[in-house]
């Protein structure tokens, strides 16, 4: 069976940054710490004036498309996820076409056109339907492009505002694929819940606490049944576990209930027997709440414990780096992941050719998904080719006075015109509006 995966993969981070500790937290009366050590992060990626989802995927997907020789008859399907859409009808997947097309000869007429909404997760569940497309022969000997873009704004001092960040992920699903090939095994967890939800409105109604809670108990379920259907989930198998990110600070998190999960039963868990005992079983206990406070305890031992210390910084940790300078990309963010620990790879200098990668993404309401992707031969390539580090260093550090008149711009609801920051040239910006309100764009040389 040929395999189907990630053949190529390009980038584009808004081209705004607001510094978290050095401009954001004085700005809030908020101590540095708060957002470095506690959530993580670093810096937010923001759009510039003429930025928006679409102008960042298009720019994305044209890379992408150069890069690897590509023009419009050689992609069959455009799907994007986003839950930044600014039309209830008209997917952003046609105005990414229609950019597109300005700067090719032919054009997507063919090509099926898509809109995924599943809050964060949507972008994976795209990739799935892509694998599914070609699986099921319908390509056509075509690939899918498949692009996650957002602008993950939040009302002014809502507690979520310090996660904000902007890009896009373009990825090729082909047969043979140069980057990771899909695992035919996935997990699923999914409830009815109301974690995050926008309803009828462009900024979300958060519950955090809540939401932290429904995230967990979804990767949980996933993976179990990730398991159930004979994935591998021994967390030393794997040489990077990218997960959903919102910030590191829930990552960390995630990864120390996991690693509890994945080691039950196992070698590790016997390693670590003499250190810190066995994991509590639910049958020696007489209640919930003791079981519970015992599992706490045990958690808390195993995360302190050398073993998994080493596990975290070699498996986990190299996934956040794009996320600390960039924020939180919504359905991206899982998707970024898996570039960051590809890149600290290619940096490092490591094998990891035929490796596995274990796979969590989440989207609120709630859903998650767990699979496993097997990097190959053309990963090196690929990877190197990839200017994100370039552009993040490139960005115009804004002041708080600016930040708070890019986050009117881009808010609905505000009537603003200020001049940007920064100066297209070689992409896709926007240009105003057309005669029924929708947005329209140029290529600018």
């Not at 923001?46 to 298009?58: F, G, K, N, R, S």
């Not at 902007?166 to 043979?176: C, P, Q, R, T, W």
């Not at 120390?256 to 994991?279: F, K, S």
């Not at 808390?300 to 956040?320: G, I, K, M």
Request: aromatic share 10%; with cysteine.
């Amino acid at each position: 069976m040929t395999d189907v995966g990630i053949d190529g993969i390009e980038v584009w981070t808004g081209k705004l940054q607001l510094d978290l500790a050095e401009t954001f937290a004085p700005a809030q009366g908020e101590e540095p710490g708060k957002f470095t050590k506690g959530l993580g992060l670093y810096a937010s990626s923001l759009p510039d004036v003429y930025e928006d989802i679409v102008t960042m995927a298009a720019n994305a997907s044209h890379d992408l498309m150069e890069r690897k020789g590509l023009e419009p008859e050689d992609i069959g399907r455009i799907d994007v996820a986003t839950e930044s859409a600014f039309d209830h009808s008209k997917p952003v997947s046609t105005y990414v076409a229609g950019c597109l097309e300005q700067v090719y000869d032919d054009d997507f007429h063919h090509a099926n056109k898509g809109e995924r909404k599943f809050a964060c997760i949507s972008g994976t569940q795209a990739l799935d339907d892509a694998y599914n497309w070609i699986r099921a022969g319908r390509n056509r000997d075509r690939a899918a492009l498949v692009i996650a873009t957002d602008t993950a704004l939040y009302a002014r001092d809502d507690p979520g505002e310090a996660t904000q960040g902007a890009g896009a992920v373009a990825m090729l699903i082909d047969e043979d694929p140069d980057v990771v090939a899909f695992s035919t095994e996935q997990g699923y967890g999914s409830a009815d819940e109301t974690d995050f939800l926008k309803p009828n409105q462009q900024f979300p109604s958060v519950d955090g606490k809540r939401s932290v809670q429904v995230y967990l108990a979804r990767m949980r379920e996933a993976l179990e049944d990730f398991e159930a259907a004979g994935g591998d989930t021994h967390p030393d198998n794997f040489a990077f576990i990218p997960f959903h990110t919102p910030f590191p600070g829930m990552v960390r998190k995630a990864a120390g209930l996991g690693y509890r999960h994945c080691i039950r039963g196992t070698d590790v868990e016997e390693q670590l027997a003499d250190e810190i005992g066995r994991q509590p079983r639910k049958e020696a206990f007489d209640g919930e709440d003791e079981y519970f406070e015992a599992i706490k305890e045990y958690t808390d031992s195993l995360t302190e414990t050398d073993h998994y210390l080493d596990w975290y910084e070699r498996t986990v940790d190299p996934t956040l780096d794009i996320s600390r300078e960039v924020g939180n990309w919504y359905t991206g963010s899982v998707h970024i992941a898996r570039v960051s620990g590809l890149i600290r790879a290619l940096d490092e200098g490591w094998d990891i050719t035929g490796k596995e990668l274990l796979v969590g993404s989440y989207g609120s309401g709630a859903q998650a998904e767990i699979h496993a992707e097997t990097i190959q031969d053309g990963w090196e390539e690929e990877i190197s080719a990839l200017t994100i580090n370039e552009q993040i260093d490139a960005r115009y550090d804004l002041s708080f006075d600016e930040y708070e008149e890019i986050h009117d711009v881009h808010n609905h609801d505000a009537e603003t015109d200020i001049e940007p920051r920064t100066t297209p040239d070689g992409e896709f910006a926007f240009d105003g509006w057309g005669r029924m309100g929708e947005r329209k764009y140029t290529y600018v040389e």
